[in-house]
């Protein structure tokens, strides 16, 4: 009985204490506005740290190092158009700008595939960048995907960074998209 109880709070501890096997954690959400549905899913991911949901990244903000990037991946149907962005950003309150290539490429690479050059455009939202066009091409990979790496070009550092996504089931947000007017 006493062993039971010590394997039990081993168990308990491990399981709190370290991360899980599967970090994928997507933000689904969904709007009915005038001008129609619009579904997002989005994940994060930290430097240093790989993949983290939004939670993990908002309990560890103030810890986490000045000039750190962290950045998200955002999956998004709006009047019945796929696009698929990412955004990259520095931790820290006096940091530098971050410009993207826009337009430009972004390299990816889904599980152990070979790595892929896409064109990407900009959006409305600072230092981010879309692929519109590949967008159905690359929904329909990622929902079969468990990871996905894509490397960025900063063009003020002069540097490219790769965020590591785990996008495992991603699958779940299919009904999501598919009620809003996109296939994924």
Do not use: H
Not at 90 to 101: F, Q, V, Y
């Amino acid at each position: 009985m006493r062993r039971l109880a010590s394997v039990t709070a081993l168990a308990l501890l491990c399981s709190t204490l370290l991360p899980s096997s599967s970090n994928a954690v997507w933000e689904f959400e969904s709007e009915n506005k005038v001008s129609g549905i619009t579904a997002y899913a989005t994940t994060f991911w930290l430097e240093g740290t790989g993949p983290i949901s939004i939670d993990q990244l908002m309990q560890v903000e103030d810890e986490v190092e000045e000039g750190t990037y962290w950045g998200s991946l955002m999956v998004s149907c709006t009047k019945r158009r796929l696009t698929i962005g990412v955004n990259l950003n520095m931790a820290g309150s006096g940091n530098r700008e971050i410009i993207l290539d826009d337009p430009g490429f972004a390299y990816l690479r889904m599980d152990s595939a070979p790595l892929r050059k896409y064109r990407t455009w900009a959006t409305d939202i600072d230092s981010t960048v879309a692929f519109s066009s590949d967008a159905p091409n690359i929904a329909k990979i990622l929902v079969k995907a468990r990871t996905l790496s894509i490397t960025v070009r900063d063009r003020v550092a002069r540097e490219r960074i790769t965020l590591t996504f785990d996008v495992a089931n991603l699958s779940k947000a299919q009904a999501r998209f598919r009620y809003a007017g996109c296939k994924i």
